[in-house]
């Protein structure tokens, strides 16, 4: 194994540890007595995730950061515009375990966004090679993650809909949004290889599977 092979095998054994280890104090802490106390920790978790993801890139360019850039605008914006009108993704308002936020929109959804697009796109890379496939596996894996989530959101107060009642309006735009980025990412001429993708993706999934059996 030459030094650059080495370098990328023990940051990516330092992210994994890393987000394994976030992700079970999270589950533990987020279903016990102090879960309030655990639910402000969510935007620590969510930036080392993005911070890990971004390490372990392979061959990072600048059109690669302009396009971090836009999905994270991107999704930060159809946010504001999903809570301002509820014509996205139907009637849900936030709550406060995702930080600051401007016009009722936390700051860092825009971040959850391109964590979950560099995540699921790393997946469709290495299965599949049609570009067009990939971008419909990636945001179905997208929403699947997302079908997790949203049973929870309220109890760790992510976002809140309306009696609890998710529209299906909301996967469809999911998926929607989804694909529309990931088309854009295939087409552009950087690197989709990232290792810590699969293992992002695999831990979320488990992670919120493990909370929902827990806290429902």
């Known amino acids: 194994m030459d030094l650059v092979a080495q370098i990328n095998s023990r ?16 589950y533990f802490g987020l279903t016990s007595e102090n879960a309030p106390f655990f639910q402000k920790l969510t935007p620590a978790n969510l930036i080392v995730t993005l911070v890990l993801l971004i390490w372990n890139q392979k061959n990072k360019n600048t059109i690669w950061y302009f396009f971090v850039a836009g999905v994270y605008t991107a999704g ?53 090679s049609a570009k067009i496939v990939k971008a419909v596996i990636a945001a179905t894996l997208m929403v699947l993650l997302d079908s997790f989530i949203e049973p929870l959101a309220g109890d760790l107060n992510f976002w809140y809909w309306p009696e609890d009642s998710i529209p299906v309006q909301n ?26 993708g699969f293992w992002v993706y695999g831990i979320f999934i488990v992670f919120f599977i493990a909370l929902g059996i827990t806290l429902h």
């Open 76 to 128: 930060f914006f159809v946010e504001v515009a999903g809570v301002s009108t509820g014509f996205v993704f139907g009637e849900y308002q936030y709550g406060n375990a995702l930080g600051p936020q401007w016009n009722g929109t936390p700051f860092l959804i825009g971040a959850n966004w391109l964590i979950l697009v560099i995540s699921s796109g790393a997946v469709a890379e290495h299965f599949f």
């Open 11 to 26: 940051k990516l054994f330092i992210s994994i540890a890393v987000l394994v280890i976030l992700h079970a104090v999270g």
């Open 171 to 196: 996967y469809i735009a999911w998926w929607v949004i989804a694909f529309v980025m990931h088309m854009v990412y295939q087409f552009l001429p950087v690197s989709r290889t990232n290792k810590s």
